[in-house]
């Protein structure tokens, strides 16, 4: 009796301590979400996001900084998806265990380890100075499509590996061959948690300061671009910049707090467009 007791209080120590720390946790965010709606909701307006910056950026709006964001999301996504993807495939489906495979996955995953700030310095020297591209949104979506590939590749490839290996040994039976096992089994399977961590990995990007601030963030830039080469401002940069270096730091504070503000806004949308399309996806797979 004695020993199912000190079992049982074990056993609720471990939990409360669990539960607190999940409480603390969520008190936190509570905290520095309450503090950054509290001083930026006043900031907030339709005239605030499609105003262009004034007076050094203490008046004004964000939207060259927004749209600029969502230039550099779009292109980093498009160079990152394809080639994570595939190469997630393959590692999974095809290739072979051995040295080469985990070798490979060590370096994956120390690629995603490697702090975003060199990713910066390698696209300015080799995008921006060898490739001649210069300060330009093609140079910075190269940069954040870099930082976003390995994540891109390790959730592929753990997608896929959650996919019971009895589909596939079913549609080898049914004469099927591996690309279409994949493609048409396996694939629309393991497609809801794929996307799920293709936006996720979007939200950060979203927020990466370093990468752009070498290969394509402007200081001050209050026009959309015209083309690829163009620079842009950026929310992240462009929070940065009138809170630690601008004109008037404490004439644009309200802008800064809007400014996260609407940075964290957008990374909720993505996140609840990634839950949505999770379950949609995660129905119409069960439908089929």
Not at 151 to 173: D, Y
Request: charged residues 15%; contains cysteine; hydrophobic residues 50%.
């Amino acid at each position: 009796m004695q020993y199912a007791e000190k079992k049982r209080l074990k056993q609720n120590f471990a939990f409360g301590t669990l539960r607190v720390l999940s409480y603390s946790v969520l008190v936190i965010l509570i905290i520095i979400l309450g503090f950054i709606v509290l001083n930026g909701f006043s900031v907030l307006s339709w005239e605030f996001l499609t105003a262009m910056p004034e007076d050094g950026m203490t008046k004004g709006g964000i939207f060259p900084a927004l749209i600029g964001t969502l230039c550099l999301m779009a292109g980093s996504m498009i160079i990152a998806f394809p080639v994570g993807v595939m190469s997630g495939i393959y590692m999974n489906e095809y290739m072979r265990d051995g040295f080469f495979k985990r070798f490979i996955n060590v370096m994956t995953n120390n690629l995603a380890g490697i702090p975003s700030i060199v990713f910066g310095l390698f696209g300015m020297e080799f995008f921006v100075n060898k490739l001649g591209w210069g300060d330009s949104i093609i140079a910075g979506s190269f940069t954040l499509g870099l930082l976003a590939l390995p994540v891109v590749i390790r959730v592929t490839e753990e997608a896929l590996k959650a996919v019971s290996k009895n589909f596939r040994e079913a549609s080898f039976a049914l004469g099927a061959s591996k690309w279409q096992t994949t493609s048409k089994v396996v694939l629309p399977i393991a497609l809801p948690n794929i996307v799920t961590g293709l936006i996720l990995s979007m939200s950060r990007v979203s927020g990466e300061t370093a990468p752009i601030l070498f290969t394509v963030a402007a200081y001050f830039l209050p026009k959309l671009p015209s083309s690829i080469f163009d620079q842009v401002m950026a929310l992240p940069y462009h929070l940065y910049v009138i809170s630690t270096s601008g004109t008037n730091i404490e004439a644009s504070r309200p802008m800064a707090y809007g400014t996260a503000l609407v940075l964290i806004l957008l990374v909720l949308t993505l996140n609840l467009l990634a839950n949505a399309l999770r379950r949609y996806l995660g129905k119409k797979v069960k439908m089929n």
